[in-house]
T-cell receptor, first 113, second 110 residues
């Protein structure tokens, strides 16, 4: 049982490049979310999913795209990276009831130059 | 939208109690959480409280909930240097996901 696995752990992109941050969980969780963490801003919700085939926007969705074709995977795509997307990205998942909170991955530190 | 509010910094001496406060936004929130983040690490769930409870105790941690004022607090008894971290309050907003405050940095001095 690996929990929530995020890859890569570190990434440097040039402005305008695209990439996909991977997130996978092996706990059969229906709910998955992406957050970004910036100094002094806490965690802000980018996109979330309540099940396979269902996604929705969070607080800061612009510049990001998601899909949920399977229960296990919830990739986050940066279509054209900008320096403002330099951040630490966390993926999280949860049981439907939320009684146990969300389980977080260890994060991806992204720098856009 | 409205924010989950927390004070940004708290400094205590080892052995004292720490109290971290949070004001949340949604009176219909069913679950409220406290997470801990150590430097360079992800978020670890410390404890949670269901909205029909006023208090929950878990070893050194006590969570108090005032639904009328939408106020949540986390008390850490006998604070240790290993408790130095960022503490996040979060609420689950139905149909979405967890919404977090900006975090309170707890500094424990010996």
């Amino acid at each position: 049982n690996a929990g929530v696995t995020q890859t890569p752990k570190f990434q440097v992109l040039k402005t305008g490049q695209s990439m996909t941050l991977q997130c996978a969980q092996d706990m059969n969780h229906e709910y998955m979310s992406w957050y970004r963490q910036d100094p002094g801003m806490g965690l802000r919700l980018i996109h979330y999913s309540v099940g396979a085939g269902i996604t929705d926007q969070g607080e800061v969705p612009n510049g990001y795209n998601v899909s949920r074709s399977t229960t296990e995977d919830f990739p986050l795509r940066l279509l054209s990276a900008a320096p403002s997307q330099t951040s630490v990205y966390f993926c999280a998942s949860s049981y439907d009831s939320h009684a146990y909170g969300y389980t977080f991955g260890s994060g991806t530190r992204l720098t856009v130059v | 939208g409205e924010d989950v509010e927390q004070s940004l910094f708290l400094s205590v001496r080892e052995g004292d109690s720490s109290v971290i406060n949070c004001t949340y936004t949604d009176s219909s929130s069913t679950y409220l959480y406290w997470y801990k983040q150590e430097p360079g690490a992800g978020l670890q769930l410390l404890t949670y409280i269901f909205s029909n409870m006023d208090m929950k105790q878990d070893q050194r941690l006590t969570v108090l909930l005032n639904k009328k004022d939408k106020h949540l607090s986390l008390r850490i008894a006998d604070t240790q240097t290993g408790d130095s971290a960022i503490y996040f309050c979060a609420e689950y907003q139905a149909g979405t996901a967890l919404i977090f405050g900006k975090g309170t940095t707890l500094s424990v001095s010996s």
